[in-house]
């Protein structure tokens, strides 16, 4: 007997908002098949306001409002089941994030749930990895936002432990991660990845998922840090306006591209990693995953 049902995830994130409904496929005595069927991404650069000023402007608080409340008809004209709203870094330090909370709840029925560093780093490594990575090989996850990037050790299939950083590409174009912080970051990636013979990269977010379709490489297939560091160079050889125009990448994308890949080749370099590995799965997919496993809450529609 066969059983679909829908789930959805909304990511809201420093640099982005995301929605991504998923197929939940149930078969008689088949493994469960999580398909993506609809992903919408509303770049509202949070981060700009909280990082700097403390707190969401008006201006982005309507936008989130409006964007929510889009979302909702989403969800409803898909006929989704359950669903789970998580608000990242910049939600988390935002002064004011409880009264916009309230009034999107108020509004468009959504609730957000805040979530911190270490729950997203365990709701990432939730994703369906185990048909990306070879069983016996080291990884080291690394997922890019704009606030925050959250690291983890995959050894032998299992995850060992992980660790978020406020290191994100929103924070560095606006110049207020510290010295101290880069520090901290690559003590905790030379330490936990030192015991391991030979380390992999797996990269997850919305600028490596970009990187990797410009690449050409088919599926399954890495890049090596030899092409990232090329690319890095080729994207400094560029103005914004250029990165636009001649690049063809989003206007919300050509600049924070940059300080993105900046932090996986730092992770690279440090681990001592060669290859880099694009799954293209993120938050909302361990979303999803977690949601129909019940590891997390989820509202029921």
Request: charged share 25%; aromatic share 8%; net charge positive.
């Amino acid at each position: 007997m066969l059983k679909i049902q829908k789930f959805a995830a909304i990511d809201i994130g420093s640099n982005a908002v995301r929605l991504l409904i998923s197929n939940i496929i149930e078969q008689d005595g088949e493994k469960v098949v999580f398909k993506k069927n609809s992903l919408v991404r509303v770049p509202i650069r949070l981060g700009a306001d909280v990082f700097l000023k403390g707190e969401i402007s008006d201006y982005n608080q309507e936008r989130m409002i409006d964007t929510m409340l889009a979302f909702s008809l989403i969800i409803k004209s898909h006929g989704v089941v359950k669903y789970k709203a998580c608000a990242t870094s910049a939600m988390r330090e935002a002064k004011n994030r409880i009264p916009l909370s309230e009034k999107i709840l108020e509004t468009s029925g959504i609730n957000i749930e805040t979530i911190d560093g270490e729950d997203e780093a365990a709701i990432i490594a939730a994703t369906d990895l185990h048909t990306f990575i070879n069983p016996n090989k080291t990884y080291l996850y690394v997922d890019v936002g704009g606030g925050s990037t959250e690291f983890s050790i995959i050894h032998n299939g299992e995850k060992k432990l992980s660790k978020s950083f406020k290191i994100g590409t929103v924070r560095l174009l606006n110049d207020i991660v510290k010295n101290e912080t880069w520090l901290e970051v690559e003590n905790w990636v030379k330490t936990h990845t030192k015991p391991y013979d030979k380390i992999e990269l797996i990269g997850s977010g919305g600028n490596i998922n970009k990187i990797f379709k410009l690449s050409g490489k088919s599926m399954g297939k890495p890049l090596t840090y030899f092409y990232l560091t090329s690319y890095y160079k080729m994207l400094q050889n560029y103005s914004y306006e250029e990165r636009i125009t001649e690049l063809n990448l989003n206007q919300d994308r050509a600049d924070v591209i940059i300080p993105a890949t900046r932090i996986y080749l730092s992770a690279m370099k440090w681990s001592g990693a060669k290859d880099i590995y694009v799954p293209k799965i993120g938050l909302s997919d361990g979303i999803i995953k977690s949601m129909y496993y019940e590891t997390v809450s989820s509202v029921s529609i």
